[in-house]
């Protein structure tokens, strides 16, 4: 999608980690900066920059919600992690974050995790560590007892990341046997 990457400094970009050139496509990454942040920030920026290609938009919301739908289930706790990332760049106070976490929840709809309280994630960013089991729930809390998601009411499945896809159990069981299944077919 980028016709390019360049990179320049913090000098010309100051703490921005990335923008992207309208006109020619060209992606531009903040060597001082962009590589210093967690992987899966990095990753949402790339995409959040595709996002305003792609809706050809100055509109900083509407590439946040194409990068968040674009990396919605890529990886375990996807969409916590694309908060995140809004949390890592941008200032507490800053509207894009609730906007990002509003429109994950509403993607969310109970169906991978429940969203931990928009506070418990800017609370991470001013030094507060929490440790969250795959519900989103503070591991303290929990206990490892079954969830029931607030919003909806239903069972929240819990995910493990299996080789960088969030799949239950289950799924990783089925997959598992089918992969056994099919090494004794061609043998």
Not at 145 to 160: D, F
């Amino acid at each position: 999608m980028f016709s390019k990457v360049r990179y320049e400094g913090f000098a010309e970009m100051g703490k921005n980690p990335a923008s992207v050139e309208m006109d020619s496509k060209e992606l531009i990454l903040n060597r001082d900066t962009f590589p210093k942040l967690p992987k899966f920030t990095q990753k949402f920026i790339i995409e959040h920059e595709k996002g305003h290609l792609a809706h050809d938009t100055d509109s900083e919301e509407l590439a946040d919600a194409y990068a968040l739908k674009s990396l919605y289930k890529s990886e375990h706790k996807s969409l916590k992690k694309s908060v995140k990332a809004l949390v890592d760049i941008l200032p507490e106070d800053n509207k894009r974050i609730e906007i990002l976490y509003n429109k994950a929840l509403n993607l969310d709809n109970g169906k991978e995790i429940e969203m931990v309280n928009l506070n418990k994630i800017l609370a991470g960013k001013n030094g507060v560590r929490t440790r969250f089991n795959a519900d989103g729930e503070d591991d303290e809390e929990t206990n490892n007892e079954v969830i029931t998601n607030k919003r909806t009411g239903k069972r929240s499945k819990r995910y493990v990341d299996f080789m960088g896809f969030a799949m239950t159990p289950a799924e990783v069981a089925i997959l598992i046997v089918a992969v056994i299944y099919v090494f004794k077919i061609i043998k």
